[in-house]
C-alpha cells in the first residue's frame, strides 16, 4: 500500500468510448503525475500537476485529457482512443518543497487499459 | 538530467548480496542519484537516493564514487520479492530550487534473484 490508489485497476475500451481513470492520494502531497507504460518500452510522463496547475505537458496527444480538481485527486479523460494506446498508466505523487520538486515519487498500482 | 547506463540484466542468488551498477559520467555537480524498483505489473517503488556521500535505510545502501560518474545499489541480503527492474535516475534534487518535475526512466536492470 502507497498511498496512491489508482482505478479501474483493468479497463478494456472501443476506439469510441470515452471512459476516465482515476487516481487519489492519501499522502498530503501537492503534485500528482500520469506515466504510461507500453509494453518493452520504458516509462513516459504525461502530465504533471503541482499546486493543482498543470506544469508538465509532453506532448501528449489531446485526445488523453488531464484533470486535477484539487490535490488530491488527479483524472485522466480517455476518448476515441486507437489500439496503440494500450498501456499501463500510472499515477504517482510527490511533495514539491518551495518551487523544488523532492525526486521522491509515489506510484499507484497502475490501471491496464486495453484498446480495442 | 544527466543519462545513465546499467546492465540490462543480472542473477543473484537468494540471500546474497545484490550489488547493481550504474554508470553516469556526465552527472553534474547539483544532480542526485535516486533508484527505483518496478517489481512486475505493478508500480515503481522509491528506494534511495543520494548526492555525494553513501546512503543507507531500511531496503539498500548507495555507494556513490569520489568522482560520481558511477553508483552501486546494494540489497545486502537478496530475496526473492528483491526480484524487480531497479532504475538508476540522476536528476536535480530537492535543494536545488530548480522547477524540472522529470524524473526520466531508462529501460533499467532486470534483476532475477535465484534460488
Known amino acids: 500500500e502507497t498511498g496512491v490508489t489508482q482505478t479501474p485497476r483493468h479497463l478494456v475500451m472501443g476506439m469510441t468510448n470515452k471512459k476516465s481513470l482515476k487516481c487519489e492520494q492519501h499522502?498530503?502531497?501537492?503534485?500528482m503525475y500520469w506515466y504510461k507504460q507500453s509494453a518493452k518500452k520504458p516509462l513516459e510522463l504525461m502530465f504533471v500537476?503541482?499546486?493543482?496547475?498543470?506544469?508538465e505537458n509532453n506532448s501528449v496527444p489531446s485526445r488523453f485529457s488531464p484533470e486535477c480538481p484539487n490535490s488530491s485527486h488527479l483524472f485522466l479523460h480517455l476518448h476515441t482512443l486507437q489500439p496503440e494506446d494500450s498501456a499501463l498508466y500510472l499515477c504517482?505523487?510527490?511533495?514539491?518543497?518551495?518551487?523544488?520538486?523532492?525526486?521522491?515519487?509515489?506510484f499507484g498500482e497502475g490501471s491496464r487499459l486495453t484498446v480495442l | 538530467d544527466a543519462k545513465t547506463t546499467q546492465p540490462p540484466s543480472m542473477d543473484c542468488a537468494e540471500g546474497r548480496a545484490a550489488n547493481l551498477p550504474c554508470n553516469h559520467s556526465?552527472?553534474?555537480?547539483?544532480?542526485?542519484v535516486y533508484w527505483y524498483r518496478q517489481i512486475h505489473s505493478q508500480g515503481p517503488q522509491y528506494i534511495i537516493h543520494?548526492?555525494?556521500n553513501n546512503e543507507t535505510n531500511e531496503m539498500a545502501s548507495l555507494i556513490i564514487t569520489e568522482d560520481r560518474k558511477s553508483s552501486t545499489l546494494i540489497l545486502p541480503h537478496a530475496t526473492l520479492r528483491d526480484t524487480a527492474v531497479y532504475y538508476c535516475?540522476?536528476?536535480?534534487?530537492?535543494?536545488?530550487?530548480?522547477?524540472?518535475?522529470?524524473?526520466?526512466f531508462g529501460k533499467g536492470t532486470k534483476l532475477s534473484v535465484i534460488p
Open positions: 504517482a505523487s510527490s511533495q514539491v518543497w518551495g518551487r523544488a520538486n523532492t525526486g521522491e515519487l509515489f
Open positions: 499522502l498530503g502531497h501537492n503534485a
Open positions: 500537476y503541482s499546486l493543482e496547475e498543470r506544469v
Open positions: 556526465t552527472i553534474s555537480g547539483n544532480e542526485y
Open positions: 543520494g548526492l555525494k
Open positions: 535516475i540522476v536528476r536535480v534534487g530537492r535543494d536545488s530550487g530548480a522547477g524540472s518535475y522529470q524524473l526520466t
